[in-house]
Structure formats: structure tokens, C-alpha cells
């Protein structure tokens, strides 16, 4: 058996025969690392664990710097005692440990051998050693490869927890920043809050840091003041640590301002659970005093609400436990009494802490300004200064709302008050607001006549409205030039007009009243009312011919259709004073001069009417014969029948055939039709059957049998009274003759056609089918009706074409 001179004297137990070729082998090369390797290759396959370990054993010692013999050999012992309990076989770990050891003296540059070690090292409960190895590891190995140790010291510190892990995080953190939220997440659990705060506010103002897990800069900034607040009593604020709690929340409380309700009742809490409830009053009273939407007011106010309740809560079960004791203690029931006094004070400001938030969000809005005098009820003193107050934030120009009627009020708060002289001052300021339009000037200035007319001041009133209404003589300003203050446009405002004119006219003298309807009409600002008003004013005072001046200066302003109104009263007037009857029809044909056709119809019946009655009845046809003409369409059959009965009431019946045959004439084929059969009943009346069947022939080509049936029974009534069987038969040929005059019509056709298409119970293919059989029927030869395979186009009409004989009818049909 071989001996090897390194090692000294060989174990004679583990070295059997078999192992010759492999010891000579190593004796030959003692330098190679191959010979080893087929030694424990062989050994492996059939030797015992024993007899592998001493050959690797020798193999390392040989050659102490190979990593795979090291390797091996590691892997081979670990694996021996996988399956052991390292708190019982402390002793076989510790031989492993002090192996791994021997192997790193001078493979310490290895990762993988450390991997190896520090894997084992964690199964074993040696904290204290598994940290230190980790730290040598860091030190031995390259930067580039401490990601390898991380990955294992990073578990084992999360599984150490407490002080251990979060120094071991320090370190991790310098080299891998982008990790601090789970270095966050492990600070908070381990009760660490004020270095998590800190570590939060690194992270917040590191620009660069991207979220592993995808939040944004304010959902961790709000994580960050939920554990602020919730924590507040663990956080240490300091001069030493930098951490000023309430300076982070009103930083957030200025950059997030849709979040400011929420901010605002957290910095509360935070001084809450820090046991200051002076400090967390003061933060509540400076929230509601500064939030600019409802939804953060609401939100402050019950947080301060239950605040304040769970307070008084607190003091009035220890006022009950005292007197179940029997003890008394006056300055607690002082405080009792206090806290609740402070609480119904706040639940009374509400209304008014609400108004503020609207008021700041909108200091123009006029109605939120209203509700605030509202609120104030009779504190005569708050009013005012309320009043004061609103004139003093709103732009007149941006109001929102009636601006001019908060300074109504502000004068009738006074006015109620007795005090008439300050209502005044009040008014003469508010007439030399700028407000946003010439109507709010307006109603100003009347607000203030009114104010004068309640308190029997009529002289003042209408003092106060001759300066409102002051202008020069000849005015260019255009009321509508935005460009101009209101005060300067205010003189042409109708609204302001018309007040000063009523209140003249109710208590001045008429020479008074004229003068101010004279100045509107120079103005160029008279309306149509202004108009009327004008003219029933003279009227009412006998002045009928200025009334009638007045009129016509209102028409030379006005057109139609204004114009037609301003007519209809002038005439009706003039014909109601009975003037002179040449004047009157010099009146007329001017309103019917260039009257338009839809207002015609009115003046002419009028017109009419008044030559009946003053002129000559020959005068009033021509009239009427006129306005047929003149008048619109839709009203001309009407005309014409108003012309007919007038002509027949006057001249008898014979006259109206002229009338009638130019009605014919003019008017459409269905109001042309109605017409015939009138002058067809009245030719009947007089006799003239001839005439009258002539009328109803001539009507005959207006009305297809099929739709206007009526037309046909009546002149069939009319021959079976008046007629003989050969009139009787002209009649139906002609009938016949019509019908298939309008079936040959292409127009009528194709209508009739799309009619039967589309009635109830036809196919979307009715209109061509329909079609398709009066084609048909048309070729068909008389008196045959063409085959079909639909009973629609059996039952269309049948009517030849051509008459070969069309007095050969039959009676009976």
C-alpha cells in the first residue's frame, strides 16, 4: 500500500488495495488536480462517506487552492448534514462551519464558497456569527458581486426584524436607494417612525425616484402624513432630527388644495394625540376660516364638532364618577360649563362659517351677500358693516347677481330706520357705481325716485329723475357702446324714460308731461308704446288732433309689422271722431300704400266698412274688389266671399257673377271648387239651370270622382231635380272623361301609386307593384281588366283609355 510523503502516514482503514493505481497516480502528479478528481470519482461510485471525506480531505490539503476540490468537498459535508437538527447536532454544523472557514482563508475571493457558507450559516440559530459573515463577505468580495450576498442578507435581516434588521438596512440603502420603501415598510413595523418619516422626506424630495410599486409623489406623500398623524405621539420632532410635522402638513395644505379639508383635520389630530387640544382648536378655527369649498368646511367642522363632544364627553363622566363619590370640585364644573358654552358657539356659527366658504369662493357673488344680511336678522350694527362690507369686495363690474339691488337694500335699511338722510347719501353713491350694464344704472335711479315716492317726496322724486335722465340737447351716444360708462349711455334707457314720464304725468301739469315725451321722441328712443301712451294721454285730455300728429310721427318711426298696430288704432280713432270723410280715405290709402299682403286684409275691411257707412256703396266695392288682390293667399277666398255677400246685399244677386268668375279664376283648384258650387246654387236660385250646369262642368275638371265624391253627387242630385236623361248622360261622360283624365296623369299616377304602396298591410314592394298594374291596365284593350296574380292590382280601377263611344253609356252604372 502507497503512502504519500505530504500528509504523513496513511490510515490504513480508509486505503484498500484498490486504491494503488489511484494512489500512484497522485504520487506522479502530485501537482494535478485530475488525478484527485478520479480518486473521489471512484470513491464516490464505491467507496463509504467516510472513505470519500478522507480522500477530499486530502485533496484540499494537497491542493488548497483548487475551487473545485473545495467545492466538492463543501457540497459533499453540507449535504451530510442536511437532514440534521443544527440545534442537537450543533457540534456537526460547528465542523462544517470551521471547514468553510479553512476554505475562505484563501478562496475568499470566491462568491459562490460564500453563497455556500452564509446559506448554511442562516439554517443555524447563530445571529450574531451569520451577521458578522455576512459583513466579511461584503468585505472581501468586489462591489459588483455584494448583489449575490444581498440577496441572502436581505431575508435573513427582514427574518432577525428589530434593531439588527434595520442597521443591516441602513447599509443595503447605500448602495440601493431605489429599495426605501420596503426600508420604510420595516422601519414602521419595527416602530422606528420618526427615522421612517425622515426616510420618507429623503424620498419625496429625491426628484429622480421612481416607485417600485408604482405610487406617485402624493400617494407617498400621504402615507407619509397618515403615519405622521396616526403615530404622533411616538414621532420625535426636534431640532436635532429636522422634523417639523405641522410645517409638512401646510406645505401639503398649499400645493394640494383639492386634499385641504383633509390636511387640515389631520393636522388637528396630530396635535389631538399629541395632547395639546389648545393647539389642535386653533388648527380647527384656522381650517374653517380658510377652505375654499363646502365638502373641506363640512369635512374640518365635524372633525371639530366631534372633537369638541368627545371632550365635554370626557368631563361629564368624570363630573358623574365625582358625584357618585360624593366629591365636588367647582373649577371642573366651571370647565364643564365652559366647553359646553364654546360648543353651542360653534354650532351657532355654522351658517355664518358656511357663508364665509362662498363668500371666499366667490367675493361678487351678490345673492351669498344677501344671505348674509339674512343671517344677521336684527343686529342692526352687524348689518351695516355687512352691507359696508359687500359694497367693498364686489367688483361692479364681475357681480354676480342684482348689484344695484344690494344697495336697494343697503338704502332701505336705513329708510326703515327712520333715517332718510344717510338712505340718500347711500343712493347718491350708488348712482355713480360703475355697473356692469345701463339697466342696473337704471333701476338704480328709479330705486331712488321710489324711495322718494314712499316717503311723499314727489317734488324730490321727480328732481331725482330729471338729473337721471340729463343729456344734451342733441345726443350721438349709442346705447349699446360698451366702450362708455353707463352714466354716460344711462339718458337713453327707455326703461328710465318711461318711469320719469309716468311720474310726471301722475303729478306735474300736461305742458310738463308733453315736454318729457317731446325729449323722448328727439332722443330717437320712443317705442311703439311710448307711441300709444302719448297719444291716449292728449286724447284723454281732448287734444284729439295732437293725439292723431302723435300717430303719425309714430308711423314715420316705425315700419310694418309695427306699423300696423300704430294703423289700427290711428284709424280706429279717426273713424270714431267722424272726421272729415276725404281725410279719412287719404288716411286709409296711405296705411294700404305699401301695406304687406299678410296685414292687408284688416285695413281694407275697414276702409270698406267706412265707405258703407259715410261714403258711397259703388266706393266700397271697389275697395273690396281691391283688397282680393292685395290680401295674402290664405285669406284671399275668404275675401273673395266678404266681396260676394257685400255685393249681393247691395246690388243683388246678378252682380255677383263677375265676382265670382274672376274668384274662379284666381284661387286654387280646391278653394276654386267650393267656389264654383256656391256660384252654382246661386245661379240655381235665380233660374238659370243652364248656367249653373255650366258652372258645374267647369268645376268638373278640379275634382277626380274617386276623392272629391261630393262634388259628383251634388251635380248628379242637381240633373235628377232639373235635368233630362241627355243631360243626365253628359253628366257621366263627362265623369268618365275626368277619371280617365286624371288616371292618365303621370303625376297623379305615381301618387296614387305610393298611396296604395304605403297603406296598412303592403310590402315594401307596393309602390312598384302598384305601378306595374296600371301599366298594365293602361295597354289592356277596353273593357278588359289585365291579369295579375296580386288582388291589389285586381282591385284598381279600371277605366278605358279610349272612348270609342262615349254617348253609349249605360244608365244603370
Same mark, same amino acid.
Given at each position: 500500500?502507497?503512502?504519500?510523503? &505530504? ?67 463543501? @457540497? ?13 447536532? /450543533? ?63 436581505? #431575508? ?50 429625491? =426628484? ?55 390636511? *387640515? !383635520? ?13 393647539? &389642535? ?11 375654499? @369649498? ?93 352691507? @359696508? ?17 344690494? *344697495? !336697494? ?17 347711500? =343712493? ?19 330705486? *331712488? ?22 343729456? $344734451? ?12 360708462? #353707463? ?7 327707455? %326703461? ?64 310694418? $309689422? ?43 275691411? =275697414? ?13 266700397? =266695392? ?24 257685400? /255685393? ?17 279664376? &284666381? ?31 267647369? !268645376? ?6 274617386? @276623392? ?26 263627362? %265623369? ?35 305601378? /306595374? ?12 281588366? &289585365?291579369? /295579375? ?7 284598381? #280601377? ?9 254617348? !253609349? ?5
Amino acid at each position: 500500500m502507497a503512502t504519500n510523503g &505530504a500528509h504523513g502516514c496513511l490510515n490504513l482503514h480508509l486505503v484498500s488495495d484498490e486504491d494503488s493505481v489511484y494512489e500512484q497516480d497522485i504520487l506522479r502528479e502530485p501537482g494535478s488536480v485530475r488525478p484527485w478528481l478520479a480518486y473521489i470519482d471512484f470513491k464516490t461510485r464505491h467507496g463509504a462517506p467516510i472513505e470519500q471525506a478522507f480522500v477530499m480531505e486530502r485533496a484540499c490539503k494537497q491542493l488548497p487552492r483548487s475551487y473545485k476540490l473545495w467545492k466538492m468537498y463543501l @457540497t459533499f459535508r453540507v449535504k451530510h448534514v442536511a437532514n440534521l437538527n443544527p440545534a442537537i447536532f /450543533s457540534v456537526e454544523y460547528r465542523k462544517v462551519n470551521a471547514l468553510f472557514e479553512r476554505a475562505l482563508i484563501l478562496l475568499n475571493k470566491m462568491p459562490r464558497i460564500w453563497e455556500m457558507y452564509l446559506k448554511f450559516l442562516t439554517q443555524q440559530p447563530l445571529v450574531t456569527t451569520v451577521r458578522r459573515t455576512f459583513d466579511r463577505a461584503l468585505r472581501a468580495l468586489p462591489i459588483t458581486q455584494h448583489n449575490r450576498i444581498w440577496s441572502l442578507y436581505r #431575508p435573513f435581516a427582514n427574518s432577525a426584524a428589530g434593531e439588527t434588521a434595520v442597521k443591516i438596512w441602513r447599509r443595503y440603502m447605500q448602495v440601493h436607494p431605489e429599495d426605501a420603501e420596503d426600508f420604510i415598510e420595516l422601519l414602521i413595523e419595527s416602530g422606528a417612525y420618526t427615522e421612517a418619516a425622515l426616510r420618507y422626506i429623503k424620498v419625496l424630495n429625491t =426628484m429622480k425616484f421612481a416607485s417600485k410599486h408604482g405610487k406617485g409623489h402624493y400617494e407617498l406623500w400621504s402615507e407619509m402624513v397618515d403615519m405622521l398623524v396616526e403615530h404622533a405621539s411616538e414621532i420625535e420632532t426636534s431640532f436635532d432630527t429636522g422634523l417639523d410635522v405641522e410645517r409638512i402638513i401646510r406645505s401639503g395644505i398649499q400645493r394640494f388644495a383639492d386634499q385641504r379639508g383633509k390636511l *387640515w !383635520a389631520g393636522l388637528a389630530t396630530y396635535w389631538i394625540r399629541k395632547g395639546n387640544f389648545e393647539r &389642535a382648536r386653533d388648527i380647527f378655527e384656522e381650517g374653517i376660516t380658510t377652505v375654499m @369649498t363646502v365638502r373641506d368646511f363640512t369635512l374640518i367642522f365635524d372633525s371639530y364638532a366631534e372633537f369638541e363632544e368627545s371632550i365635554i364627553g370626557t368631563l361629564m363622566e368624570v363630573a358623574s364618577s365625582r358625584t357618585v363619590e360624593g366629591i365636588t370640585d367647582d373649577d371642573a364644573d366651571f370647565e364643564l360649563d365652559i366647553r359646553m358654552m364654546r360648543f353651542e358657539h360653534l354650532m351657532d356659527r355654522r351658517p355664518f362659517l358656511l357663508n364665509d366658504v362662498l363668500l371666499r369662493q366667490n367675493p361678487n357673488n351678490v345673492a351669498e351677500w344677501e344671505k348674509r344680511v339674512a343671517l344677521w336678522g336684527d343686529n342692526k350694527r352687524e348689518v351695516a358693516q355687512t352691507y @359696508t362690507d359687500a359694497i367693498g369686495a364686489i367688483h361692479p363690474k364681475r357681480a354676480t347677481g342684482s348689484f344695484h339691488q344690494l *344697495w !336697494a337694500s343697503y338704502a332701505k335699511f336705513y329708510e326703515r330706520g327712520g333715517d332718510l338722510r344717510n338712505a340718500r347719501i347711500i =343712493m347718491e353713491k350708488a348712482v355713480k357705481v360703475p355697473f356692469k350694464s345701463v339697466a342696473e344704472l337704471a333701476d338704480m335711479w328709479i330705486e *331712488w325716485a321710489e324711495m322718494e315716492l314712499r316717503n311723499d317726496n314727489f317734488d324730490d322724486a321727480v328732481r331725482i329723475m330729471a338729473k337721471a335722465v340729463q343729456a $344734451p340737447k342733441r345726443s350721438t351716444v349709442d346705447y349699446f357702446d360698451e366702450t362708455l360708462s #353707463p352714466q354716460q349711455r344711462v339718458h337713453k334707457s327707455w %326703461k328710465l324714460w318711461s318711469f320719469y314720464v309716468d311720474l310726471v304725468e301722475s303729478v306735474s301739469t300736461l305742458e310738463e308731461t308733453k315736454k318729457v315725451y317731446e325729449r323722448i321722441f328727439e332722443l330717437r328712443i320712443a317705442t311703439p308704446q311710448t307711441v300709444v301712451n302719448y297719444a291716449n294721454l292728449l286724447e284723454e285730455q281732448k287734444y284729439y288732433e295732437e293725439s292723431f300728429k302723435i300717430y303719425e310721427r309714430g308711423l314715420d318711426l316705425f315700419s310694418y $309689422p309695427v306699423a300696423f298696430e300704430l294703423w289700427n288704432l290711428y284709424l280706429t280713432k279717426a273713424v270714431d271722431r267722424k272726421i272729415g270723410i276725404e281725410r279719412l280715405r287719404d288716411l286709409f290709402e296711405q296705411a294700404v300704400e305699401d301695406c304687406p299682403p299678410k296685414f292687408a286684409k284688416i285695413i281694407y275691411l =275697414m276702409y270698406g266698412n267706412l265707405e258703407e257707412e259715410r261714403g258711397l256703396a259703388r266706393h266700397a =266695392m271697389r275697395i273690396y274688389e281691391r283688397a282680393t288682390r292685395a290680401v295674402a293667399d290664405e285669406d284671399r277666398a275668404d275675401m273673395f266671399n266678404f266681396y260676394i255677400t257685400k /255685393s249681393a246685399s247691395n246690388f243683388g244677386l246678378p252682380s255677383t257673377r263677375p265676382i265670382y268668375e274672376r274668384a274662379i279664376t &284666381a284661387l286654387p283648384d280646391a278653394e276654386a271648387k267650393e267656389m264654383c258650387l256656391k256660384f252654382a246654387d246661386m245661379e240655381k236660385r235665380l233660374g238659370e239651370i243652364d248656367r249653373a250646369r255650366a258652372i258645374y262642368g267647369h !268645376a268638373s275638371q278640379f275634382c277626380d270622382p274617386r @276623392t272629391n265624391p261630393d262634388f259628383w253627387s251634388r251635380w248628379e242630385q242637381f240633373e235628377v231635380q232639373h235635368g233630362n236623361e241627355d243631360t243626365y248622360k253628359e253628366m257621366l261622360r263627362v %265623369k268618365r272623361s275626368v277619371q280617365a283624365q286624371y288616371n292618365t296623369d303621370v303625376n297623379f299616377i305615381a301618387s296614387q301609386a305610393v298611396a296604395r304602396g304605403t297603406r296598412p298591410g303592403g310590402s315594401d314592394n307596393g309602390s312598384a307593384d302598384a305601378m /306595374s298594374a296600371l301599366d298594365r291596365q293602361i295597354r289592356a284593350p277596353e273593357g278588359f281588366v &289585365a291579369a /295579375s296574380t296580386d288582388s291589389r292590382s285586381a282591385s284598381l #280601377p279600371v277605366a278605358p283609355v279610349h272612348a270609342t263611344n262615349p254617348d !253609349a253609356i249605360d244608365l244603370d252604372e
